[in-house]
């Protein structure tokens, strides 16, 4: 088990969605977040009190937790003199990164000679089964996006809440390395091999009873030509029942492929909707989920409201308005 409460550690994060990681956990499960650490030219703020390693020692962190998610999921060379000075001061390190901590003969020593921890995330810990494709009980949400980090979690992680305080039977499954860290459990599914990605997702999602909602937590997106891989395997391995779009409206194209531009929400929902429906033909797209963080409330609204118009279903932001209106479209298959 990961020690909390954490120090986050956002690096030289170039900005806040490099430090996806530790928002995800500052929003999601906040008590264990008691301070964040910046090196020189970072430009992402969780809001939390800096802190030095004494500081946050002092304050009572048990682990710091590499809260940055960079392209390849590299630690840096530049982090490695602070990632062996927490360990000398007595911090345990957490990981969700490809690039694992075990693999840092460096940090593998520090860690030996200081008595601490290394917690490698993204590290199957399951032998899962090939996917066999046969329909099982209970029910499944995906929410599949128009790019990679538009909000597919947050809107999982916002509908489970919301089904949970009206006494819904409904559970959160992660399947990335932030969900994992904020729930504790979860499959790691972009460090699966390949042919067992569907059959983890199958795993993770096994029967339950009729009214149980599994929300799967989302990954890349089946428009993206780096991460369209992942996105399949929850499609298949997850059979949802229902799906949600998800979209970030301001990029001006995909995350890290500055020649591609995002799909139309209809091409999104035509593809998705096609592919879910292989494994279950009884699958529908039951509502959009629209990421405004960087729109002022007016515009936040407009957008909302036009979509939501042109699209023909409830569109919202689940994390600035509430899941509501989503939990109330699963509600009403």
Not at 280 to 300: D, F, K, Q, W, Y
Request: aromatic share 4%.
């Amino acid at each position: 088990m990961i020690s909390a409460p954490y120090l986050l550690f956002l690096g030289d994060a170039p900005d806040g969605l490099a430090a996806k990681v530790a928002q995800g956990i500052r929003d999601w499960n906040p008590d264990v977040a008691l301070g964040q650490f910046r090196m020189e030219g970072c430009k992402a703020d969780m809001r939390l009190p800096d802190m030095t390693l004494d500081e946050a020692i002092a304050a009572g962190c048990k682990t710091l937790v590499i809260g940055v998610a960079n392209r390849g999921g590299m630690i840096s060379p530049a982090w490695i003199a602070v990632l062996k000075e927490a360990l000398a001061k007595g911090l345990d390190i957490a990981s969700g990164l490809h690039n694992l901590l075990r693999d840092e003969p460096e940090l593998v020593a520090a860690a030996k000679e200081h008595g601490r921890t290394l917690h490698d995330v993204r590290i199957p810990s399951v032998k899962y089964p090939i996917a066999s494709g046969v329909r099982r009980t209970g029910k499944r949400c995906l929410a599949v996006g128009t790019d990679c980090s538009v909000g597919k979690m947050y809107t999982s992680l916002a509908m489970e809440r919301e089904m949970v305080k009206r006494g819904m039977k409904a559970t959160f499954r992660a399947t990335g390395q932030t969900g994992i860290l904020i729930t504790g459990n979860g499959v790691p599914l972009d460090a699966v091999i390949a042919d067992f990605m569907a059959g983890s997702v199958e795993w993770l999602t096994p029967d339950n009873d009729a009214d149980h909602w599994d929300l799967i937590e989302g990954q890349g997106s089946l428009f993206h030509a780096s991460y369209s891989g992942v996105t399949m395997a929850l499609v298949h391995g997850g059979q949802p029942d229902a799906l949600i779009l998800s979209h970030e409206p301001t990029r001006s194209h995909m995350r890290g492929l500055p020649d591609y531009k995002l799909p139309r929400l209809e091409d999104l929902r035509d593809v998705a909707l096609t592919l879910a429906r292989v494994v279950n033909p009884a699958c529908e797209v039951v509502g959009i989920s629209i990421n405004t963080a960087n729109l002022h409330e007016e515009a936040a609204l407009e957008y909302l409201e036009a979509t939501e118009k042109r699209m023909g279903l409830p569109t919202v932001d689940p994390f600035r308005q509430g899941a509501g209106r989503l939990v109330d479209a699963l509600d009403a298959l």
